[in-house]
């Protein structure tokens, strides 16, 4: 295929999908968000082309997304916290409730440390695709934003 029919066919897939657009509800956007894909539309590989490439749009629907947030990246920083040390906790606890009265400290301590340091590193994308979807719950995209409007 030539340049321009590749770039037609694109604009015609992205004008479709556009128009037929709904705002999809919150369990449907977390969902999508924790399989990695665009919590808007449900492309796949969304936003991510590798583990920690990220692309700068939504390759189905062409959503941004930092979407003109300068902070975007607290965010997903925040929910990565979330994700890690709740985890840590409660394994923590866990282990503790089931070995007590006879803890195995050091491999706990190891244990922990291991998984301190693996968590982050497995949810990285997933916690920008979460935090995606809980910016877009918070702000809809807008019809000047370049982004599929909500229908209302």
């Not at 300068?70 to 282990?95: D, K, Q, R, Y």
């Not at 998984?115 to 935090?131: E, H, K, Q, R, S």
């Not at 809809?140 to 229908?151: F, K």
Request: hydrophobic share 45%; proline share 8%; aromatic share 10%.
């Amino acid at each position: 295929m030539s340049p321009l029919g590749d770039e037609f066919g694109n604009v015609v897939r992205r004008t479709v999908i556009l128009i037929q657009m709904q705002r999809p509800g919150v369990s449907t956007m977390l969902g999508r968000a924790v399989r990695r894909r665009c919590p808007w539309c449900g492309g796949r590989g969304a936003f991510f082309t590798g583990w920690f490439a990220k692309s700068d749009r939504c390759h189905t629907c062409g959503i941004a997304w930092r979407r003109g947030d300068v902070g975007f990246e607290l965010g997903a920083a925040s929910i990565s916290a979330i994700i890690v040390l709740g985890t840590l906790v409660a394994g923590m606890g866990g282990t503790m409730v089931a070995t007590w009265p006879d803890v195995p400290y050091v491999w706990l301590f190891v244990g922990l440390a291991l998984a301190a340091v693996a968590l982050p590193v497995l949810v990285y994308p997933i916690t920008f695709t979460i935090w995606q979807a809980v910016d877009l719950m918070m702000r809809p995209p807008e019809p000047g934003e370049d982004a599929p409007e909500p229908v209302r």
